[in-house]
């Protein structure tokens, strides 16, 4: 069969208007595939609450200036729900272990314009006002299913500005910063030494291509601090998770290596053999992700010098496959499948079409369900934790 899907191309220009977890609420969707993520945000909680601990709070406001709280790379997922509901509890209790009464609470769920909010929308609990007298804050933390802060959509990348200067008491940010605003231009580019011939990631490649990855996250990382730098409250904190790495090779990506470059890249190469693509095609496809070490991370932070470090360490996060039945093979080749897909799946569908997505999510499955207790076993992510604060 001659090699299909050649005229599709996504541009770097292209990506922020496609990147995306998977939407909706289907198998493979990132709200039916985020269980890990939130284990791992659960385990972070007491240095989340840690750094909530510094943020400061006027107590002598305008009762009319609310506390504003802003997820950055909310997706579309019970998840974020979850984290801004911790925050905004934990700051109330802050206050009336002051004496003071809490003000109002802003909470701005935030991601590119692709991320499906009419899903997020959906799942968020109903507003319990206590508007004239009506309900006491109090009964506000009490009631189960209900929120107690105002919400609002913010489409955008956090790589800019989303924000008034001076508007944000505290930015959450957690599994978003290890996307990239683009793969590197040399990466894709055939004259370059930094062309990642015959792959779909940075794990493995040469020194040349990790240099360029890592490269572009330190520019994003410097961007998305200068953004936020304007945009947070002086006595702010800011508190960041994003896919690290122990190693101090960056070929070597860790638990994103094994997710997006074993069984996700030989599933490119099944396509590639079988001639429903061509070579070109899948060396012209680079998954956007970036695993830094600490001194990558810590490096951006220090020269920016905007923020003042709490704490910025590797932190364990377990493995992604949340499996009931581990000795399933089919069952955990399935997770890593839904997995991938729901992380990559809108990028892959926009560069290969949907028929020959699923047949490469079809290949990752068949390649996972032969590997499922390797997987098991090795495939663990570490995690980049930051605890900042703005003076």
């Given at each position: ?34 269980q890990?993520?939130?284990?791992h ?81 959906q ?61 590197p ?47 947070m ?11 690290g ?43 956007p ?8 991370f810590?490096?951006?932070?220090e ?29 955990v ?13 809108v ?45």
């Amino acid at each position: 069969m001659a090699p299909m899907g050649d005229n599709v191309v996504v541009s770097n220009k292209e990506l922020e208007k496609l990147l995306s977890m998977k939407g909706g609420k289907g198998e493979s969707s990132y709200a039916n595939n985020s269980q890990a993520q939130a284990i791992h945000a659960k385990s972070m909680l007491h240095l989340l609450k840690e750094t909530l601990d510094r943020v400061q709070l006027n107590a002598c406001s305008d009762d009319e200036i609310p506390f504003v709280v802003v997820d950055l790379g909310c997706s579309c997922g019970n998840n974020t729900i979850n984290v801004v509901d911790v925050i905004i509890k934990h700051i109330i209790k802050r206050y009336e272990a002051l004496g003071f009464n809490p003000p109002e609470f802003s909470a701005f769920f935030s991601d590119l314009p692709s991320n499906d909010f009419n899903t997020l929308f959906q799942l968020l609990p109903p507003f319990l006002s206590n508007d004239n007298g009506g309900v006491s804050m109090e009964e506000c933390l009490a009631a189960n299913n209900h929120r107690s802060y105002f919400v609002a959509g913010v489409p955008g990348s956090f790589y800019r500005r989303l924000f008034p200067a001076r508007s944000v008491d505290v930015f959450h940010s957690a599994f978003s910063l290890h996307w990239l605003s683009q793969v590197p231009e040399c990466v894709v580019d055939k004259r370059s030494s930094a062309y990642n011939k015959g792959r779909v990631f940075i794990h493995g490649a040469n020194e040349n291509t990790a240099n360029a990855y890592k490269k572009q996250f330190q520019t994003d990382l410097a961007g998305f601090l200068r953004a936020r730098s304007v945009e947070m409250k002086r006595g702010g904190s800011m508190f960041l998770v994003c896919l690290g790495r122990t190693s101090v090779d960056p070929t070597d990506q860790g638990g994103a290596g094994l997710l997006f470059g074993t069984h996700f890249q030989d599933a490119w190469d099944d396509l590639v053999h079988e001639g429903l693509i061509s070579s070109s095609k899948r060396d012209s496809f680079n998954i956007p992700v970036y695993a830094p070490s600490l001194q990558d991370f810590k490096e951006v932070v220090e020269e920016d010098g905007s923020f003042v470090i709490n704490k910025i360490e590797v932190f364990k996060g377990g493995s992604p496959l949340v499996v009931n039945k581990p000795d399933d093979a089919i069952e955990v080749g399935k997770a890593f499948a839904n997995s991938c897909k729901s992380v990559s799946g809108v990028l892959v569908d926009a560069f290969i079409g949907d028929k020959f997505s699923e047949e490469l999510f079809l290949r990752v499955e068949k390649r996972a369900t032969a590997h499922a207790k390797v997987l098991l076993e090795q495939l663990q992510f570490f995690h980049i934790v930051a605890s900042l604060s703005f003076p």
